[in-house]
C-alpha cells in the first residue's frame, strides 16, 4: 500500500466519522428541542389555572385587600390605622411578584384607576388580573351615581309594581 492510498483510507474513514458526527448532533439537537418544548410548556403561565391555586387566590386576596385598604384611606383619611394593612399588603405582593417573575419570567405591576385595579405588565399589554370597579363595587363616593345592580334591582321593582298593577286592573303609569 502506498502512502497516497493510505491517506487516501484515512481521509475517508474521517468523511465517514465527520458524517457520523454530524448525524449524532442532529439527534442530539432534536432531542434537545423536545426537551426544550416540553420545559415551555411547563413554564408558560396559565392565568385562569394559576388564578385557581391557592397561591393565586391569595395572591388576588392580597391585591383585593390592598386596593380596598388604599380606597378606604381616600375616603377616610385614616391613615394610621391603614398603614400595618397596606405595609402587609405591599410586603406579600413583592414576595408573589418575585415568585412569578422567577418561575414564570413575566414581571407584574400593581396598578389602579378609578374604573380598575388589578396586575399588569409595565405597558398594560398582559393582565394577570383585571378588576372593573363599576361591576364589582357597591360603594358610591357620589351620591347621584348608581351602579349596574342599582339600576337592575330598581328595574326589576318596576317591572314588578307594572305586573301587580296589570293584575290589580289599575292603570300602568
Not at 413575566?106 to 393582565?127: I, M, P
Request: net charge negative; proline share 1%; hydrophobic share 30%.
Amino acid at each position: 500500500m502506498t502512502e497516497i492510498e493510505y491517506l487516501l483510507g484515512e481521509k475517508e474513514l474521517l468523511e465517514e466519522s465527520i458524517r457520523a458526527s454530524r448525524r449524532h448532533c442532529k439527534q442530539l439537537l432534536e432531542k434537545w428541542q423536545c426537551v426544550n418544548n416540553i420545559l415551555e410548556d411547563h413554564t408558560k403561565l396559565n392565568k385562569e389555572e394559576f388564578l385557581n391555586t391557592e397561591f393565586g387566590g391569595e395572591l388576588e386576596y392580597t391585591i383585593t385587600t390592598w386596593d380596598q385598604t388604599l380606597e378606604k384611606d381616600s375616603q377616610t383619611g385614616e391613615g394610621k390605622e391603614n398603614i400595618k394593612t397596606l405595609a402587609w399588603c405591599q410586603a406579600r405582593w413583592e414576595v408573589y411578584r418575585m415568585a412569578i417573575k422567577h418561575f414564570y419570567g413575566v414581571e407584574y405591576y400593581f396598578t389602579r384607576t378609578d374604573e380598575y385595579y388589578g396586575l399588569c405588565t409595565e405597558d398594560e399589554s398582559d393582565w394577570l388580573m383585571k378588576v372593573e370597579r363599576g361591576l364589582t363595587s357597591c360603594n358610591m363616593t357620589d351620591p347621584d351615581t348608581k351602579t349596574n345592580i342599582d339600576r337592575a334591582v330598581e328595574a326589576v321593582i318596576h317591572l314588578s309594581q307594572e305586573c301587580l298593577s296589570k293584575l290589580r286592573g289599575e292603570d300602568c303609569k
